[in-house]
């Protein structure tokens, strides 16, 4: 594809053999293509056929300096230029046959010769007109002539100023809406109210109709963005507006003002006396861009000659001149988008066509993308959590204070936003719970029991002691340290957190959480996890349950049950079980040098045991205790009951547990497992232990 793509061809059986393309026009091209002229150049590019164009040109040598207009632009920077001219004596009536049909053709619904004159050009070159009835912008001023009784002479200028719309104005526009404007919309006004919308819409009082005798042809280049900014605000859309949005170009305004006129003789025997006013301030210069003639090669990947390349850029208004091995290329003002040596490669390559440069491969070497462990390591745990039925949520990184006081943090823990969203997001979080918690809250509408979890950011004060330490220097002997400003920035770190909530208040929740974070840890590599009880903690932990764990006697995370006071502060009466664990800490895993081996052939023998014990006698303890006893050929004593309550005793608990026996290099036999089983006894009993049972 060389440009455009034709949407749909319409043949017309109207007695005229007309053929309608409907062309898809990209935005990018929309400047300078969203015209007949513009799609014409394109074709005789692709073609290489010459464009043919008609001498529109205005013979100014009988015309008079204006003394019947005066312009005055008073924001150059929304209007770049505004070109005007005066018509008199035209003669409004039907447009002809041939120009009624070519308006309909194109969509656009015949008036009168005048307006259809201003479509007529916005359609063939893409520049908007409009024309203002002279007479009805100033009509105290026009005086007789005294020989030939024709209104043909003024005794003062009528002005057209281009401004900012002043508070309270309004506008009476041609669809016969009031529409109310303040100052970020630019109007064309007469010295006493606007006349129209730049840009968008005339206005209605000030049209051209029957009974007009005098005309205002104008054309004029506004900034695409205030353009769209009055269309978007005041609901009000228009031919002009989507053209003047896309910017189009500045060069056109005196090209459609001359078209225009010339029309305007043919087919309302008008005749201008005076010539056109061009208020251009900044006149818009032609881009010029050279380059290496090798570059095209680079770029395209094939060789083309310097004179196709002539023949190709040519056709497209771009002119072309060699220095040597380098081509001087002179960007038309049309070409809003062309900017920079790509650009153009580019423009040489699709009209060449890209069906005809060949395929080759790559002359570069294909490096495989380094791997990042960060990431590798977010879509490992996102598996695994999926695969064990936990739901993946995503918070705000802002809390507000109260979620902060709920959780029992310190406010002055927290960096405090300036400019933040609400007063619920004021805060940047230091921990993940206070979201999960309002998670489960929520999804305790609907389900007694569920597991969700979240990957993010959390963002922690830097600690200054520890940040003196890091900047004090032996030579700076007993000088204070400096402390610079991205000291001060929060110490962000990637938090893996999850919460399991069941309403079912007598269920071993904080043991289940626990094979869950054992679940995630082996998958990810880690062995010879153990766990410890800690005390001094965050206070939104229930104490007696939480636990820290270890791996290598490095502490890799928490998990324990929420205090009840900080459920009931979210409105949760369910108990909740939470995790949290450091992504960093999670990296050091040795499932990268992991080795596997052979499953092993012989059979387990698992016994259960269920045993008394003191309240207070932690299961790290007693899973210790087990183990040392044969860690050969014990493999897991793991926990599946805890009871407390009748029969038992004050302050006792029965925990029960399955203990599974295997060997490496044969099958166990029930007396050899008998004998580990009795001396797993006597070691529970040192723990004051009392088999039941």
């Given amino acids: 594809m060389h440009s455009f793509e034709v949407e749909n061809i319409i043949y017309q059986n109207n007695g005229f053999d007309n053929v309608i393309f409907e062309i898809d026009i990209l935005p990018n091209r929309a400047h300078d293509c969203l015209s007949h002229m513009g799609v014409a150049r394109e074709i005789a590019a692709i073609m290489n056929s010459k464009l043919k164009t008609k001498n529109e040109k205005l013979k100014t040598k009988d015309l008079k300096l204006n003394e019947l207009l005066k312009i005055k632009i008073e924001n150059e920077e929304l209007c770049r230029r505004y070109s005007a001219v005066v018509i008199n004596n035209v003669k409004i009536k039907e447009s002809p046959n041939w120009l009624k049909r070519r308006l309909e053709s194109c969509g656009v619904r015949p008036i009168n010769n005048v307006v259809d004159i201003t479509n007529y050009v916005m359609l063939a070159l893409g520049q908007p007109m409009h024309a203002f009835d002279y007479d009805k912008i100033i009509t105290r001023n026009k005086i007789q002539d005294t020989i030939t009784k024709q209104d043909t002479r003024y005794n003062n200028q009528t002005e057209i100023i281009i401004r900012r719309a002043k508070k309270g104005e309004s506008i009476l526009a041609l669809d016969d809406k009031v529409y109310k404007l303040d100052e970020s919309d630019l109007v064309i006004a007469n010295e006493t109210k606007p006349i129209a ?18 005309i205002i042809f104008e054309a004029a280049n506004f900034q695409g963005t205030g353009i769209r900014k009055t269309s978007q605000k005041l609901k009000l859309a228009s031919e002009s507006s989507y053209r003047f949005e896309r910017e189009i170009d500045p060069e056109l305004t005196i090209k459609a003002i001359e078209m225009a006129v010339n029309l305007t ?18 006149p818009v210069k032609a881009r010029e861009i050279e380059f290496d003639f090798s570059r095209i090669e680079k770029l395209a990947g094939i060789k083309i000659e310097k004179e196709k390349v002539k023949e190709i850029l040519q056709p497209l208004q771009f002119e072309v001149s060699e220095r040597g091995e380098k081509l001087k290329i002179a960007i038309p003002t049309f070409r809003i988008d062309v900017e920079k040596v790509n650009d153009v490669i580019e423009e040489i390559a699709r009209i060449y066509g890209y069906e005809n440069i060949p395929e080759s491969n790559a002359l570069i070497e294909m490096k495989s993308v380094a791997q990042n462990k960060d990431l590798e390591m977010e879509k490992s745990v996102k598996k695994i959590f999926e695969g064990m039925g936990f739901i993946e949520v995503y918070n705000y990184s802002f809390v507000g204070e109260k979620d902060i006081k709920e959780i029992g943090l310190p406010i002055d823990s927290h960096f405090e936003l300036q400019n933040p969203l609400s007063e619920e997001l004021k805060f940047m979080r230091t921990s993940l719970l206070s979201g999960l918690l309002s998670n489960a809250r929520e999804n305790l509408k609907y389900k007694d029991k569920f597991q969700l979890f979240e990957l993010g950011r959390v963002y922690l004060k830097n600690d200054k002691q520890e940040i003196a330490n890091r900047l004090h220097s032996p030579e700076a002997g007993t000088m204070e340290p400096v402390f610079g400003p991205a000291d001060m920035l929060p110490n962000e770190k990637k938090i893996l957190a999850g919460i399991v909530v069941d309403k079912n208040k007598e269920s071993d929740l904080f043991y289940k959480i626990k094979g869950q974070a054992e679940k995630l840890l082996e998958k990810l590599g880690f062995d010879k996890l153990s766990f410890a009880e800690i005390s001094n903690t965050e206070p939104f932990w229930h104490k007696g349950r939480l636990a820290e764990i270890f791996s290598k006697n490095k502490s890799i995370g928490r998990i324990g049950e929420i205090h009840p006071s900080v459920l009931s502060a ?5 108990r909740a079980g939470y995790f949290e664990f450091d992504l960093e800490n999670l990296l050091v895993s ?9 499953i092993n052939r012989f059979p387990e023998i698992k016994l259960d045991l269920s045993v008394v014990f003191d309240e207070g006698v932690k299961w790290a303890d007693i899973e210790k205790a087990i183990i040392k006893t044969d860690s050969a050929l014990i493999k897991t004593a793991l926990p599946f009951d805890i009871y407390r309550g009748k029969g038992l005793g004050d302050n006792k608990k029965s925990i029960a547990f399955r203990i599974t026996y295997q060997a490496e290099d044969r099958t166990l036999k029930e007396e050899e497992v008998g004998i580990i089983q009795e001396k797993i006894i006597k070691e529970l009993e040192k723990l004051g232990g009392e088999i039941r049972n």
């Fill in 265 to 282: 003789k043919e087919l309302a025997n008008g005749n201008i006396s005076e010539e056109i006013i061009d208020i251009y301030p900044n």
């Fill in 570 to 574: 979210f409105g949760i009466e369910s």
């Fill in 197 to 214: 919308i730049a840009g968008v819409m005339g206005g209605l009082e000030t049209a051209a109709d029957e009974n007009t005798k005098n």
């Fill in 590 to 598: 040795d499932s990268d040098s992991k080795k596997y081996k052979k």
